[in-house]
């Protein structure tokens, strides 16, 4: 194996990632730019995975309409975000890996016209039914061409995310954009090792930073545009709670009060319930993301 972003083999080993795919796999960190990878799942454990058995939970009425809420409120955050670096309107936006559509709904909504690909079917019949948006299940094999594609927490679910990433670049249009938005590794450092592993334990074959996924995305001849951390806007130093709210968990009685400030504030203004800054100032905090953006 080589690292995915500098290709170095100079990589260690820091535990096993159990019970999210049908066998347990080895977590590394390469040694060069610090970027985190599993051993490469088979594509019959992908597929299994994404296909059959991820967002099952959609099912779930109570849980559909909690996620949602949170979901809203994300995607309201990523399209403000977007639209101060791009105008949007009357621009062909795609979004890989759309789930079911909402974030597509809203850039719809603001005169963009939408386009999408989503692996799971379930999914892809939601995004018709719920926001009359067609997707398609299979990028790989499209000739289309966009100004703007939106990869949100998708690229680290890849294998060879820069052939990924590559095949992206060719369905964009001259001058066209790219947002790509990820989870923010925490490095040994900056956290507990149970926390580290609790974070790594997911459906990610590979886990950025903001240094590696700047680094991965101008391998590609991309310009970044912008850069920014985005996460919750709770306490910084709240790590639990920031835990409880992405892994969707109940909270202690300590932070009962705090979550349900936030749940309210997510239910009667989802535009206030993420925020965006520059630097984190050495500080990692679960549920932190990176957004960028950039331009072929």
Not at 20 to 44: A, G, H, M, R, T
Not at 182 to 196: F, H, I, K, R, T
Request: a positive charge.
């Amino acid at each position: 194996m080589i690292c995915e972003v500098c290709k170095s083999s100079n990589y260690t080993e820091i535990g096993i990632i159990k019970n999210i795919w049908q066998n347990d796999k080895k977590v590394y960190q390469c040694n060069d730019c610090l970027l985190y990878f599993i051993e490469l799942p088979s594509d019959e454990e992908i597929y299994f995975l994404y296909k059959n058995e991820y967002h099952n939970n959609i099912k779930n009425k109570i849980f559909e309409a909690a996620k949602s809420k949170m979901r809203y409120a994300r995607s309201i955050s990523q399209f403000s975000f977007i639209k101060k670096y791009i105008d949007c309107r009357n621009k062909k936006v795609c979004e890989i890996g759309a789930f079911d559509g909402l974030l597509l709904s809203i850039f719809k909504k603001n005169g963009s016209d939408v386009y999408g690909y989503e692996l799971n079917d379930n999914a892809r019949y939601y995004a018709k039914k719920k926001y009359d948006i067609n997707l398609e299940s299979n990028f790989l094999e499209s000739d289309n061409k966009y100004d703007i594609i939106i990869l949100s927490h998708v690229i680290e679910h890849f294998k060879e995310a820069s052939k990924i990433l590559y095949k992206i670049k060719d369905m964009l249009k001259c001058g066209g954009h790219l947002y790509i938005e990820v989870p923010n590794s925490p490095m040994a450092n900056q956290c507990s090792y149970e926390m580290l592993m609790r974070y790594l334990s997911t459906e990610h074959i590979i886990n950025f930073n903001k240094d590696n996924l700047i680094k991965f995305i101008k391998k590609s001849d991309f310009d970044i545009i912008e850069c920014n951390y985005s996460n919750y806007k709770v306490s910084v130093n709240n790590e639990k709670l920031r835990a409880n709210i992405l892994e969707g968990s109940f909270p202690n009685i300590n932070n009962f009060f705090s979550f349900s400030l936030f749940a309210l504030k997510t239910f009667t203004f989802p535009s206030l319930s993420f925020t965006d800054y520059k630097n984190n100032n050495d500080i990692w905090s679960y549920g932190e993301n990176i957004r960028v953006i950039s331009k072929i």
